[in-house]
């Protein structure tokens, strides 16, 4: 079992800077691939990143890249989230997942078996 509590979202105007952070506790956190998705109200998850159990690989929707950074700190049971020049489009409730274990984290909700409670992120114009 994994406990994921997510933090950092918040209200800014476009162009600003978040960054999210989601403390694991249980299951040992470094056997885990750790996600980010989220959810816009009337859409379906989408996934925005992924990092490998040692952080050494990371993936990215394609929009993201080079905007929103996926990072990994095992010794703090912590994932990152930063997301820079954040647009009214990604505005959603972000949520963190943890799987059970996995070489190359899915990129699909489905493959996740921990999720956190979700935080808001409001952008506006």
């Known amino acids: 079992q994994v406990q994921l509590v997510e933090s950092g979202g918040g209200l800014v105007q476009a162009g600003a800077s978040l960054r999210l952070s989601c403390v694991g506790s249980?299951?040992?956190?470094?056997?885990?691939?750790m996600a980010w998705f989220r959810q816009a109200p009337g859409k379906e998850r989408e996934f925005v990143a992924a990092?490998?159990?040692?952080?050494?690989?990371?993936y990215y929707l394609n929009s993201m890249k080079g905007r929103f950074t996926i990072s990994r700190d095992n010794a703090k049971n912590t994932v990152y989230l930063q997301m820079n020049s954040l647009k009214p489009e990604d505005t959603a409730v972000y949520y963190c997942?943890?799987?059970?274990?996995?070489?190359?984290?899915?990129?699909?909700?489905?493959?996740?078996?921990?999720w956190g409670q979700g935080t808001q992120v409001t952008v506006s114009s």
């Open positions: 997942a943890a799987d059970k274990g996995t070489v190359v984290p899915s990129r699909r909700p489905d493959a996740y078996d921990y």
């Open positions: 249980g299951r040992t956190f470094r056997d885990s691939g």
């Open positions: 990092v490998s159990r040692s952080g050494s690989g990371t």
